[in-house]
Each structure stands twice: as C-alpha cells, then as structure tokens.
C-alpha cells in the first residue's frame, strides 16, 4: 500500500493546530520521548520538554492560518512536512508570519508522532 | 562520534545558495536519483528532473539572503534543516520571501545530498 502522505500530513496539520489554539498542553499526545523541538533557536527534547516549552510561551491566545502543507515522504518511512503561515496572539493587530517544518514517524503501533519539530517566526 | 549537525547543515546551506545564486545547473551533484524536490506545490524526481526544474525558473539573476539554518538529526542519520529568507531575482527592487525545508541524507561514500527538498515563497 502506498503512503498517502499528502492526506496524512494534511490531517496532522489541522489536527495538530486546532490542538494548539484551543489547549496547546494537548500537544503532548502527539510528541515522544526522543522527539525535538526547535523554536526560535531554542532546543527541546522529549514530549514533557517540548510541552512545557509551548505551554510557557508568552500568550493566552493564539490563532494559527496558513495554507495547504506541502509534504514528501522520507527513506524510511517517514514525512516531512513545511506549513507557512500567520499566527494571531492575544489581541495583537498585526499577525506574525512562521514557517515550521515537521518530520513525522510512526510509533510501534502505527500512530503517527512528531520526531521533528521546527518553528520559525519570519519577519515581514 | 556525534554528528555535528548544524556545522554540517550551515556549510551545506552556504554551498547551496552560493551554487544556486552562480550557476543553478551545478546543482544537481547536490542530489540523487531519489531525490524530490516541491518548488511552489509542484513536484519533481531525481537530480536529472529537479535540475531541469532548477534551471527552467523564468529569471537570470538570482541572489538569496538568509538567516542562520535550524538543523535537527533524524532517527536514521539523515539531517532536517529548515531555511528561510529572501530572494531577490533580475533587477527587481522588491524581495522575495521564501522558506526551504531539506532533508539531508549520506550516500555510501559518506557523501551528503539532498534527499527532500521542500521551498516555498512567503508571500509578505
């Protein structure tokens, strides 16, 4: 069967931001042990590191908009995926543009989980 | 030995563009046969295809200017890095914001290439 890693990556995407606006701690589910997380420069590692890292940002309020994912499959099973878009925070006016690139992998039971994690906010 | 990702990822970045910015046709050593490369949604196969892709943009010039790449290792020895920055192609005054997702990957003589090649213009 082939990896439909487009519709994957397209489902993960949505799941994984409407998790963030609405209870980002929620996000927990979705990492493991040995994931990674780069945010602005700033290295996490493993599902509780990487959740305390996202539940301290400095916001109450986050909306996230972006447009369709682009994804690809990797040698070994995996799929990568980058998503650029707009985040709202609090009662901020002016929406911060990101770019954030996604290595998914599959755990021992066939769900899906992020190993890797970048996050980039991109200056306009 | 550790793998010293991001010394790895910032001399790769630094040659791409420099290759990319001079002469795009040298870039196909920078890829395999099973390299992909998503250029604005569109997909192509292989260092033959991805540089018929590369050389056929519809511009002279190009100068690409870029902040410092975040680098990840993955599960499998490979190298996540994700870029962005901004374009500038001919003599238009206006620059291009864009974000390049690569996915680094050793062949059996230990060299690296480009394994997943995802770019995207931010639109600002």
Same mark, same amino acid.
């Given at each position: !069967?082939? +990896? ?7 489902? &993960? ?5 409407s #998790?963030?606006?609405s209870?980002?701690? $929620?996000?927990? @589910? =979705?990492?493991?042990? $040995? %994931? !990674?997380? #780069? &945010? ?8 509780? @590191?990487?959740?305390? *890292?996202?539940? %301290? +940002?400095?916001f109450? *309020?986050? *909306?996230?908009?972006? @447009?369709?994912?682009?994804a690809?499959?990797?040698?070994? @099973?995996?799929?990568?995926? =980058? ?22 992998s ?8 992020? &190993? $890797?994690?970048? &996050? *980039?906010?991109? +200056?306009?």
């Amino acid at each position: !069967m082939s +990896l439909d890693f487009t519709a994957i990556a397209t489902q &993960f995407v949505a799941h994984y931001y409407s #998790t963030f606006d609405s209870d980002r701690k $929620n996000l927990a @589910g =979705l990492y493991r042990d $040995n %994931s !990674m997380l #780069t &945010f602005e420069g700033a290295q996490s590692l493993g599902a509780q @590191g990487i959740t305390e *890292k996202l539940t %301290s +940002l400095p916001f109450q *309020k986050v *909306k996230h908009e972006y @447009g369709p994912p682009d994804a690809q499959p990797t040698a070994t @099973g995996g799929i990568i995926i =980058l998503v650029t878009g707009q985040l709202i925070v609090d009662d901020e006016q002016r929406p911060l543009g990101y770019s954030q690139a996604f290595q998914l992998s599959q755990d021992a039971s066939g769900q899906w989980f992020v &190993f $890797n994690d970048i &996050f *980039k906010l991109v +200056l306009l």
